[in-house]
Nanobody
């Protein structure tokens, strides 16, 4: 079991920026992928961005970014702090959702949504 604490959400106007952060603790030894899903009421939870957290560096790491946010969102890692960050720029009203930090052992598990989850943080973008 991995414990994830995610934070940084809030309310912004369209075009604004937010930075989400997530810190992992507990049994993190087998975790290789960390990132963010988002969910709006009545819809499935969708992957937003994920990064491979294996390796000793804070830079680099293979990433996958959803097409809907590509060019606006970026994900980074700090392995020493067991943290990942999601930089969200040029926010749009359709980015409004609850964002959940997640951690998975394999990329296949990530795609299938088989992950450990944070409690979620709300992002609201007004027009």
């Amino acid at each position: 079991q991995v414990d994830l604490v995610d934070y940084g959400g809030g309310s912004v106007q369209a075009g604004g920026s937010l930075r989400l952060s997530c810190v992992a603790s507990g049994n993190t030894g087998g975790i290789y992928w960390m990132g963010w899903f988002r969910q709006v009421p009545g819809k499935e939870r969708d992957s937003v961005a994920v990064i491979n957290v294996s390796g000793p560096d804070t830079g680099g790491g293979q990433t996958t970014i959803a097409d809907s946010v590509k060019g606006r969102f970026s994900i980074s890692r700090d392995n020493a702090k067991k943290a990942v960050h999601l930089e969200m720029n040029a926010l749009k009203p359709e980015d409004t959702a609850k964002y959940y930090c997640a951690a998975a052992r394999t990329y296949v598990e990530w795609v299938r949504g088989r992950a450990d989850w944070g409690q979620g943080t709300q992002v609201t973008v007004s027009s």
